[in-house]
C-alpha cells in the first residue's frame, strides 16, 4: 500500500458484538437485526481503519495508509458533516467489503487561515451488491496558535421539550465510543490536549456520536428501513455541555437537530424516506 493511496479496500464478516455494545451505550432498545438489519449510520462500528501506532500523528490521527491522509503535518482534523443512504438492510454474519475513496479536495483561506475540504465516499456491499453508500466531509484547518486554554463556562440546563432526548455525556462514554469507533483523535479523551493543544475547554462530543443520535431519534419515530440522512456539525460540543436531540416529523422525512443543555445548536440534519447518495 503506497503512503497516500487513492482508494482502500477492506473485508469482513460483521458480527452483533459491536451493535450490542452500541445499544448499551446509547441505552436503546435492540433492534430487530434479522428483520431490518443495522439501523442508519450503525455501519460506523465495523470495517474500520486499525492503523499501526507508528502510523499515529501527535493528535492520535493516522498520517499515512488511510483515506483521508492529512494534506501536510501538522493540520487539524474536524469532521464537518456528511449523507449517507441504506439501499438494503445491512445484514450481521454475512461477508462485507468496504471501498473507500477520494471524491474531491478543494482548498480555500478562510478567517481562520488554510481550509482543505476533503469529500470521502465509503460504499458497502454485501452479495455484490450495494447496501450503503456514504460521503463524509472532513475539514483540515492550521494549527492553533499557542495561548492560554480557554476558559470552562458554566451551562444553564433550560430542559427538555416534548420530543427530546437526552444524552448524558461524561469522559467514560466519549472513551467507549471512541473505542467502539477505534478513533485515537486525542480531543475526545485527552482533556490536558485538547485545551491546551487545540484550544478547546473540555473533550470534544465525537461529530459521528452527535450525527447516530440524531438517526436514533428519528429512528424512534418511525425512520427505520430504507432511508437517508443528510447532517451538518455548526459548532464544537463538549463534554460537560451535555447533548440533547430531537427528530420532528415534516412530510415524508425528519428534521432532527443536537444542542448542548442550554439550547446552543451544535448540529442539523433531514432524514428522508429513499435514496440520497447513489452508488457509484
Do not use: C
Not at 454474519?93 to 476533503?118: M, Q
Amino acid at each position: 500500500m503506497s503512503e497516500h493511496p487513492t482508494h482502500i479496500e477492506r473485508r469482513e464478516v460483521l458480527r452483533p458484538e459491536p451493535a450490542l455494545a452500541l445499544t448499551r451505550l446509547l441505552e436503546v432498545g435492540e433492534p430487530d437485526f434479522d428483520r431490518d438489519g443495522l439501523p442508519l449510520l450503525w455501519h460506523w462500528l465495523y470495517l474500520l481503519e486499525r492503523p499501526a501506532q507508528a502510523d499515529l500523528g501527535t493528535d492520535g490521527h493516522p498520517v499515512s495508509g488511510v483515506i483521508p491522509a492529512p494534506p501536510e503535518p501538522g493540520r487539524r482534523r474536524m469532521w464537518a458533516g456528511g449523507r449517507a443512504t441504506s439501499l438494503a438492510p445491512l445484514r450481521l454474519g454475512v461477508l462485507t467489503t468496504r471501498r473507500t475513496e477520494i471524491v474531491s479536495s478543494t482548498d480555500k483561506d478562510g478567517r481562520s487561515g488554510r481550509l482543505t475540504f476533503v469529500v470521502v465516499r465509503h460504499t458497502i456491499e454485501q452479495d455484490d451488491s450495494p447496501v450503503v453508500v456514504e460521503e463524509q466531509d472532513i475539514v483540515y484547518r492550521d494549527a492553533v496558535a499557542p495561548g492560554a486554554p480557554a476558559p470552562v463556562e458554566q451551562v444553564e440546563d433550560i430542559g427538555l421539550e416534548p420530543g427530546e432526548w437526552r444524552l448524558p455525556i461524561d469522559p467514560a462514554l466519549l472513551f467507549r465510543f471512541s473505542a467502539l469507533t477505534y478513533n485515537a483523535h486525542r480531543i475526545h479523551y485527552d482533556r490536558d490536549y485538547a485545551r491546551e493543544v487545540e484550544g478547546y475547554a473540555g473533550l470534544v462530543t465525537h461529530g459521528p456520536l452527535q450525527a447516530i443520535a440524531m438517526a436514533e431519534a428519528a429512528r424512534e419515530r418511525g425512520a427505520d428501513r430504507r432511508v437517508s440522512i443528510d447532517y451538518r456539525l455548526v459548532s464544537p460540543l463538549l463534554d460537560h455541555q451535555g447533548l440533547v436531540v430531537s427528530a420532528i416529523a415534516d412530510g415524508a422525512s425528519w428534521r432532527t437537530s443536537a444542542r448542548d443543555l442550554s439550547g446552543r445548536a451544535t448540529a442539523r440534519g433531514r432524514v428522508t424516506r429513499g435514496g440520497l447518495v447513489q452508488p457509484s
